[in-house]
């Protein structure tokens, strides 16, 4: 029988291969690709009114669809029917 130290570290191991393995997951996020309808695999992901520095209104979520139309240097140009407009978003978060 393992005594509970044995036990509290075999839980501490559990959870860092948990985290470990989530990491991972989510580094499986890709670049859009302009012309397509992309998933967003973010949790939230600002949705702004230019490249970078833009005015924000608001969040896509996990799941959100958006229609890329344009590319600026590490941010995409797409339509959003969540915000019902078109705005940017930082690219490298789709599934």
């Known amino acids: 029988m393992k005594s509970s130290r044995a036990r509290a570290t075999g839980l501490t191991t559990t959870a860092v ?6 990491t991972a997951s989510s ?10 309808t992309e998933t967003v ?6 949705f702004r009114s230019g490249a970078n520095s833009g005015a924000w209104m ?9 229609r890329l139309e344009q590319r600026n ?3 995409v140009r797409g339509f959003s029917a969540r915000h019902n ?6 690219d ?3 599934c």
């Open 58 to 66: 608001g969040y896509l979520h996990r799941g959100d669809k958006i």
């Open 27 to 36: 580094a499986s996020a890709d670049n859009g690709h302009v012309g397509r």
């Open 17 to 22: 291969v948990t985290l470990i393995l989530g």
């Open 73 to 75: 240097g590490n941010y």
């Open 85 to 90: 407009r078109t705005g940017w978003v930082q």
């Open 41 to 46: 695999c973010a949790t939230d992901l600002s």
């Open 92 to 94: 490298g978060w789709f």
